[in-house]
């Protein structure tokens, strides 16, 4: 059975860089079958993709937040990785990472989320 | 972008009823339509992959149908477990879109 697990800071300061790690097991990211994505869900709000990673490193970043994202992996430890810069209270949400299937776009695995909070 | 436009926002129903949640996409994008589940405090579980396929594990009584800009999502008899917020979601182009979710209450 697929898991994942996200982990970092739940308290990040304006201005400073949110850095998340998702952590899976039950199955390898060096596999090639999946690409790995970052989506934010704000408090009482809609969920929104941030981007995703394939494990050659080949990356997509919503245009959105395109500038401040970096997606990265690490295969020897299979975990991928986001950090999200300049962040402001807007960036306050739920975080999950999870599997895609289908090309990227069926999340069919999904970490239980971490909430991180932008404030001073 | 693809827009996703779903409806209703809420919707109350009572145990048993049958129940169908629409999604409007503001283009074309064939069948690349799923459906998600989220319990408060979870994280959204997958119910429909490309309009119509059930994911594996999932009970019989959800559906998804459509194609192009219309989809439908149907409950066929409302549980007490049902009770969640539902969403659409697009990935016939990037970025890949949620619709706005349906928060479904039991009357």
């Known amino acids: 059975q697929v898991q994942l697990q996200e982990s970092g800071p739940g308290l990040v300061k304006p201005s400073q860089t949110l850095s998340l790690t998702c952590t899976v097991s039950?199955?390898?990211?060096?596999?090639?079958?999946?690409?790995w994505s970052w989506i934010r869900q704000p408090p009482g709000k809609g969920l929104e993709w941030i981007g995703y990673i394939y494990y050659s490193g080949s990356t997509y970043y919503n245009p959105s937040l395109k500038s401040r994202v970096t997606i990265s992996v690490d295969t020897s430890k299979n975990q991928f990785s986001l950090k999200l810069s300049s962040v402001t209270a807007a960036d306050t949400a739920v975080y999950y990472c999870?599997?895609?299937?289908?090309?990227?776009?069926?999340?069919?695995?999904w970490g239980q989320g971490t909430l991180v909070t932008v404030s001073s | 972008d693809i827009q996703m436009t779903q409806s209703p926002s809420s919707l109350s129903a009572s145990v048993g009823d049958r129940v169908t949640i629409t999604c409007q996409a503001s283009?074309?994008?064939?069948?690349?339509l799923n459906w998600y589940q989220q319990k408060p405090g979870k994280a959204p579980k997958l119910l429909i992959y490309?309009?119509?396929n059930l994911e594996t594990g999932v009970p019989s009584r959800f559906s998804g149908s459509g194609s192009g800009t219309d989809f439908t999502f149907t409950i066929s008899s409302l549980q007490p477990e049902d009770i969640a917020t539902y969403y659409c979601?697009?990935?016939?182009?990037?970025?890949?879109?949620f619709g706005q979710g349906t928060k479904l209450e039991i009357k």
């Open positions: 979601q697009q990935y016939d182009n990037l970025p890949p879109f």
């Open positions: 039950g199955g390898s990211i060096s596999s090639g079958d999946y690409y």
């Open positions: 999870a599997r895609g299937g289908h090309d990227y776009g069926v999340l069919d695995y």
């Open positions: 490309d309009a119509s």
């Open positions: 283009q074309d994008i064939s069948n690349y």
